[in-house]
């Protein structure tokens, strides 16, 4: 178990990895068709997940603090 510091890294690390895999497969798949789709997908999603890694950890904390300004507070009380 890593510890909990490394959260948000991790975070950032394993929803890019998932989102860029989707991503690159919808737009590969998109492209090539099914003729030699698997290569192809690799091939765009290990390019694409080194780009969207750091892409996720600058742009995570600037969508929560727009979701905290579009979002109304419960109310305490």
Do not use: H, K, N, Y
């Not at 890593?2 to 497969?25: E, N, Y």
């Amino acid at each position: 178990m890593l510890p909990a510091r490394f959260a948000p890294v991790l975070f950032a690390l394993l929803l890019s990895g998932m989102m860029s895999c989707i991503v690159s497969g919808i737009a590969t798949l998109r492209v090539t068709g099914l003729d030699g789709f698997a290569a192809a997908w690799m091939a765009a999603w290990s390019v694409s997940w080194p780009v969207a890694f750091p892409a996720v950890l600058v742009v995570a904390p600037v969508a929560r603090r727009l979701v905290a300004r579009l979002v109304r507070q419960p109310s305490e009380g």
